[in-house]
């Protein structure tokens, strides 16, 4: 069974810095494309970071260009969103989703309903 979840969340101050990590069972993470995304109370999920199969490509939304990076660790089938310069405006639930349904994608997405299969979710709270 295919199972995604999520750590590393927590409170941190304007400026500062978090490591998410996401670990995969059930399936081999560097098959199919695999992202990360958030939802603040009262907005839609948004897509925030997505990486294709084989790490082949990677997207990010332009909120966290040059702030936030993607990356896996294969050998521990575990996707990771380090994430610098946090903002109050980073404040949200983030999950980790995968798209299940397509093997070896050479593409990513950051569209919420392109993914099947999702993590129960870490909050991330951005305040001094």
């Known amino acids: 069974q295919l199972q995604l979840v999520e750590s590393g969340g927590g409170l941190v101050q304007p400026g500062g810095s978090l490591r998410l990590s996401c670990a995969a069972s059930?399936?081999?993470?560097?098959?199919?494309?695999i992202g990360w995304f958030r939802q603040a109370p009262g907005k839609e999920r948004e897509g925030v970071s997505c990486?294709?199969?084989?790490?082949?490509?990677?997207n990010y939304a332009d909120s966290v260009k040059g702030r936030f990076t993607i990356s896996r660790d294969i050998g521990k089938n575990t996707l990771y969103l380090t994430m610098n310069d946090l903002k109050p405006e980073d404040t949200a639930v983030y999950y980790c989703?995968?798209?299940?349904?397509?093997?070896?994608?050479?593409?990513?997405?950051?569209?919420?309903?392109?993914?099947?299969?999702w993590g129960q979710g870490t909050q991330v709270t951005v305040s001094s």
């Open positions: 989703a995968a798209d299940g349904k397509r093997f070896l994608r050479a593409m990513c997405v950051m569209t919420p309903g392109e993914y099947d299969n």
């Open positions: 059930g399936f081999t993470l560097d098959y199919y494309a």
């Open positions: 990486i294709s199969s084989r790490g082949g490509s990677t």
